[in-house]
């Protein structure tokens, strides 16, 4: 269970809690090296401290990824621990369901940096790394509300951020090339703080939902399961 020194590094945003907790959790399950991020210090320290009992190789650091500042010093803070990120799961969002036609252009702006600018800024900082060196993984978590394929994407600035997040996928997979594998993966309704408790679905049954691939589509279901295949595909 134990990641040792050469077991892949997992980067995941946005993970004291719901659906990126279950993914690192599921992630250092199978050996890998865990970087919990979180916003909140106290909050992310206590999600990975429950993680590392049973010999889990996890780590806080603490990351808003609506700050390019604290992008940046995350990245430092890794280069200079020569703790090179293997797989990048943005998994930070926040949910809004306002009208686009409603919505003040403050709150627009923070749906924006935080569901697609937040995962363009890890992106940009970790992703040349991983072509560097020549293997790589990057899954970020959309939803079906941004789904373009048969209708215009619901839920105001939450579904349009997430659609931008689409275009960002296969936009990454492009410019990336073939060694890195990029996909986005809809775990729909779960029960987590977002989703509310009457959500059907626990956090780690997942369900089966639309994904969005980039250049790879890993066999699995679109849950945190799935974002593990994803992650961890050959």
């Known amino acids: 269970m134990t990641g040792g020194p050469d077991a892949r590094v997992a980067l995941v945003t946005g993970a ?5 907790y279950e993914i690192c959790r599921q992630l250092a399950e199978r050996g890998l090296r865990i970087v919990l991020t979180a916003r909140t210090s106290a909050e992310g320290r206590e999600a990975a401290g429950r ?3 049973g010999g889990r190789d ?8 609506a ?3 604290s992008v940046e010093a995350l990245f430092r803070r890794l ?9 990048l799961v943005n998994n930070a969002g926040l949910y809004t369901t306002t009208p686009l036609l409603s919505i003040d252009e403050p709150a627009l702006l923070t749906a924006v940096q935080v569901n697609f600018l937040g995962a363009w800024r890890t992106t ?6 991983m072509r560097d060196r020549g293997w790589g993984r990057v899954v970020n978590i959309s939803t079906g509300y941004a789904h373009l ?3 215009p994407p619901a839920a105001g600035a939450y579904g349009l951020a997430k659609a931008a997040l689409n275009a960002l996928t296969r936009m990454t997979a492009a410019e990336a090339g073939p060694r890195i594998k990029v996909n986005c993966m809809s775990p729909g309704w ?3 703080r977002m989703g509310g408790t009457g959500a059907p679905t626990s956090v780690a049954e997942g369900a089966n939902q639309q994904r969005a691939p980039g250049n790879a589509e890993p066999a699995g279901t679109a849950s945190p399961r799935w974002a593990r295949s994803a992650a961890l595909c050959p």
């Open 67 to 69: 700050d390019p500042a």
């Open 149 to 151: 394929a048969s209708e």
């Open 51 to 53: 993680l590392a009992r």
């Open 190 to 192: 779960v029960a987590t």
């Open 58 to 65: 996890v780590r806080f650091e603490q990351l808003d990824v």
């Open 79 to 87: 280069a200079e621990g020569h703790l090179p990120v293997d797989i």
């Open 16 to 20: 004291n809690r719901g659906i990126g």
């Open 124 to 129: 940009r900082a970790f992703v040349p790394g």
